[in-house]
């Protein structure tokens, strides 16, 4: 079965302070991976997909790398804006649609 | 703008109640994925559609059916909620991952907050 698995669950910073999420995964063969953000009460906003080892993607303040193991979600001198649960999901070579996603992690950035 | 809608953001309902979710989606995608997630949790998936085939993920209760009468929409019924089926329940959709070399963008709805009392 598919594994994900995020850290920190919660992570503070202050507003221009960098820092990355890690996303660890267990998948029998990778199609994708995914990140997304999800703010309070509203459904998830894509913003990432990574397909192999080495892939790189940036939005705005927001980097998201990917390994064999695993990904992170670099962001880079955040803003109060940028608070929100970032999830990561994988999708598995021998699933055409299915996501498994982690329980993400909680980013509340201080002014 | 395209976009999935979910209808209603709020719902309240009585334990063993019948309850009907709804979505809706100007992306005219093939797929159309309904999830539940609790609180702090990873969101789940229940069932998706394949246009109009229907595929149910082997551990989602009986308790919960879907329908999908056309391309645009897609219903959540939940026959007999109990309380641990109070949730957010998210719809969401996608191109035809076999035609787009296996790409399977989700894109989310905004929830449906279901309660149960």
């Known amino acids: 079965e598919d594994q994900v698995t995020q850290s920190p669950e919660a992570l503070r910073l202050q507003e221009g302070e960098s820092s990355s999420l890690n996303c660890s995964y267990t998948?029998?063969?990778?199609?994708?991976l995914f990140w997304y953000r999800q703010d309070p009460g509203k459904g998830p906003e894509f913003l990432f997909t990574?397909?192999?080892a080495g892939e790189e993607k940036e939005k705005e303040r927001l980097k998201a790398t990917l390994t064999k193991k695993e990904s992170f979600l670099h962001i880079t001198a955040p803003k109060p804006e940028d608070s929100a649960t970032y999830l990561c999901a994988v999708q598995a070579s021998s699933n055409d649609y299915k996501l498994s996603f982690g329980a993400g992690t909680t980013v509340t950035v201080r002014a | 703008d395209a976009m999935v809608i979910q209808n209603p953001r709020y719902q309240v309902t009585q334990f063993g109640k019948p309850v009907t979710l709804s979505c809706s989606q100007t992306l005219n995608h093939n797929v159309m994925y309904w999830y539940q997630q609790k609180s702090s949790q990873a969101p789940k998936l229940l069932f998706h559609y394949y246009d109009k085939d229907f595929n149910n993920e082997a551990d989602t209760p009986d308790n919960f059916q879907s329908r999908r009468p056309n391309t645009s929409f897609c219903f959540l019924d939940i026959r007999s909620p109990g309380l641990g089926d109070a949730a957010m329940y998210l719809c969401a959709t996608s191109r035809d991952p076999l035609m787009v070399a296996g790409y399977n963008e989700q894109f989310f709805g905004p929830g449906t907050r279901l309660t149960v009392l």
């Open positions: 998948v029998s063969g990778l199609r994708g």
């Open positions: 990574l397909y192999s």
